[in-house]
């Protein structure tokens, strides 16, 4: 594991949030006076990753200026975006600094408890273009639905719509290094919109978790996300 880089997407503005988190990115809202962010990082550090990446944007040096100080048992890189390209578009800038094949994206927004070990080697024996970690929900209207078949490869992708209990595309990801090849460069381009739906007809898988998908995109969540991670050690 500690070859393999993670990239989190920690650089989008949180309009959702903004009335009650303002002065910070959505990723540094406090969780029991720690960022949300370093969840995610202390998460991806316990299973031996190494080498994160975030990836940032808006107010980036408040996110810079913090982890340039913080000692973490990983190393910290920077992705920054001179303008918002969207999810898949942040992935692509982020090319230059991925050096392991395959490469672990996470949402900054979210956190799932997956098993990354098991994720990993779902990919691998899949022989996987992508992975996706996938959560069954009832609330599917701010979330990707997915279809599986029943070698769970994902058969279809549609983005936040209105239904009964479907899987939900969880913010955590595998990728083969030739996905950057799929992705324009310097353009806004969205994982959800743009790139998984051209990738049904390829080896695209779903990892099915029962683990508790957690965000913090609205104050609602963001309110039960503190109560659900109510100190770091509960993970």
Same mark, same amino acid.
């Given at each position: 594991?500690?070859?393999?880089?993670?990239?989190?997407?920690?650089?989008?503005?949180?309009?959702?949030? /903004? !009335?009650?988190? /303002?002065?910070?990115?959505?990723? %540094?809202?406090?969780?029991?006076?720690?960022?949300? +962010?370093?969840?995610?990082?202390?998460?991806?550090?316990?299973?031996? *990753?190494?080498?994160?990446?975030?990836?940032?944007?808006?107010?980036?040096?408040?996110?810079?200026? &913090?982890?340039?100080?913080?000692? *973490?048992?990983?190393?910290? +890189?920077?992705?920054?975006?001179?303008?918002?390209?969207?999810?898949?578009?942040?992935?692509?800038?982020?090319?230059?600094?991925?050096?392991?094949?395959?490469?672990?994206?996470?949402?900054?927004?979210?956190?799932?408890?997956?098993?990354?070990?098991?994720?990993?080697?779902?990919?691998?024996? /899949?022989?996987?273009?992508?992975?996706?970690?996938?959560?069954? #929900? =009832?609330?599917?209207?701010?979330?990707?639905?997915?279809?599986?078949?029943? #070698?769970?490869?994902?058969?279809? @992708? =549609?983005?936040?719509?209105?239904?009964?209990?479907? @899987?939900?595309?969880?913010?955590?990801?595998?990728?083969?290094?030739?996905?950057?090849?799929?992705?324009?460069?310097?353009?806004?381009?969205?994982? !959800?919109?743009?790139?998984?739906?051209?990738?049904?007809?390829?080896?695209?898988?779903? &990892?099915?978790?029962? !683990?508790?998908?957690?965000?913090?995109?609205?104050?609602?969540? &963001? =309110?039960?996300?503190?109560?659900? +991670?109510?100190?770091?050690?509960? %993970?």
């Amino acid at each position: 594991m500690k070859d393999i880089d993670v990239v989190v997407l920690c650089g989008g503005k949180g309009t959702r949030l /903004n !009335e009650v988190v /303002n002065d910070r990115p959505k990723p %540094m809202a406090e969780i029991n006076c720690h960022p949300f +962010l370093d969840i995610l990082i202390d998460y991806v550090a316990s299973f031996g *990753f190494k080498r994160v990446i975030l990836s940032v944007c808006y107010m980036a040096d408040y996110i810079k200026d &913090y982890y340039r100080n913080k000692r *973490f048992p990983c190393e910290i +890189l920077f992705s920054q975006e001179n303008e918002p390209l969207g999810t898949a578009g942040a992935v692509k800038q982020a090319e230059n600094s991925v050096q392991s094949n395959p490469f672990l994206v996470l949402n900054g927004d979210s956190f799932c408890p997956v098993d990354l070990l098991h994720f990993l080697d779902f990919h691998s024996k /899949n022989g996987a273009l992508v992975s996706v970690v996938v959560v069954e #929900s =009832e609330d599917v209207r701010d979330f990707g639905t997915i279809s599986l078949d029943d #070698s769970q490869r994902i058969v279809r @992708f =549609e983005e936040k719509k209105e239904g009964k209990k479907s @899987f939900i595309n969880a913010g955590i990801y595998l990728f083969q290094k030739e996905v950057f090849s799929l992705i324009p460069s310097h353009v806004r381009y969205s994982l !959800e919109h743009d790139l998984f739906p051209t990738l049904v007809d390829q080896k695209f898988y779903g &990892y099915v978790t029962q !683990e508790k998908l957690i965000d913090i995109g609205t104050p609602a969540r &963001y =309110e039960q996300a503190k109560r659900i +991670l109510h100190h770091k050690d509960t %993970m």
